[in-house]
């Protein structure tokens, strides 16, 4: 919130007249400004000293722009059972971040095992944790958080371009991924298709629909480097 009200006060300067007599609205102030921010925008690899900002910025993420489609006993209910980072794929090198002078904005990856979100079993340990075959199997699609200042500007469909062209890298041919109803209009933008509603029953009682999705991967895509700025950036879409 820091970094947007110090863009919005100078956004509000630019919109200010200048000396030839023209001046810009506000909004192209604002909108001037958040293109020279993304100018900045930066992606890498997750590290686990990532893990606290990141478990914040998917809460934030899931309260703010999920409320719209779920009610706030699901939304909590699905932070608690189902949305969150599962350290496996920071630790598998699978996950990316998306950041604006240092701050997370952005987040998500893939995973080469069976789980499509966070399961765990009466142990403590994630279900579903075993290889998948990428000749015959989809790669799964995890963990896709943006911050609420920064939702349809691209970030988005940044990350999962980021992570569908890692997983063709790995031999993967197909991914997978269980979306919510709010995620569903930046899959479809990203070229998934719908495969069927999955309602889930948390251990609460907290009915939660979700949504399966795919994607058959196209061969010979140049992969964009991580650790790199970003000089362009995708058209922005819904999330």
Known sequence: MRDRCTLAKVARQIAAPRSSGSKVTAQEGW???????????????????DLPALKALAETSVRVLNSRDYTRKQIESALRYLLGVDQTLIDDGTYYVAEVNG????SGGWSRREATYDRFDDTGVIAGASLLNPHREAARLRAFFVHPDW?????????????ELSA????????ELTATRTGIPLYLACGFRLVEQRDIV??????????VMEKRLIANAAMPRSGTRTKSMPRPVAY
């Open 31 to 49: 909108q001037a400004m958040l293109e020279n921010a993304l100018l900045n925008l930066r992606t890498r690899v997750a590290r686990k000293s």
């Open 151 to 163: 939702a349809r500007h691209g970030i988005g469909r940044l990350m999962v371009r980021i992570s």
């Open 103 to 106: 701050r997370i904005i952005g």
């Open 202 to 211: 948390f251990p609460d009682g907290v009915a939660f629909d979700t949504f």
């Open 168 to 175: 063709r890298t790995h031999g993967f041919r197909k991914l």
